[in-house]
Nanobody
Framework: VQLQASGGGLVQPGGSLRLTCATS????????TGWFRQAPGKEREGVSC????????FYADSVKGRFTITRDNAKKTVYLQMDSLKPEDTGVYYC?????????????????WGQGTQVTVSS
């Protein structure tokens, strides 16, 4: 199982980015996926996750109303649309997958991780 995150970059406060997580070696409809981030000096935290059939989606309180997670099982890809970005959204963003239909915001719940993509929100 491999995951490849991309789409990070430098953006001004209030701007938008769309992160992409391309997966291989998985059967998408059997995997739940999530996005996590890690700021310098802080622990990795859950941002959003989605069940295999889009039946349930979760967001961290800090990103509700600003971030949107979607998945395209035909393309084996998961997206994170990030709008109204704030400086506190800065960090390395990781996508992760777990071989169960249920999603969780816990880092320990995921077995497969991508390499991370840097998001910097600064003026």
């Amino acid at each position: 199982v491999q995951l490849q995150a991309s789409g990070g970059g430098l953006v001004q406060p209030g701007g938008s980015l769309r992160l992409t997580c391309a997966t291989s070696g998985v059967t998408p409809d059997h995997y739940a996926t999530g996005w996590f981030r890690q700021a310098p000096g802080k622990e990795r935290e859950g941002v959003s996750c989605i069940t295999n059939d889009d039946g349930m989606i979760f967001y961290a309180d800090s990103v509700k109303g600003r971030f949107t997670i979607t998945r395209d099982n035909a393309k084996k890809t998961v997206y994170l649309q990030m709008d109204s970005l704030k400086p506190e959204d800065t960090g390395v963003y990781y996508c992760a997958a777990r071989s169960t239909a249920l999603a969780t915001m816990m880092v320990s719940g995921y077995s497969y991780w991508g390499q991370g993509t840097q998001v910097t929100v600064s003026s």
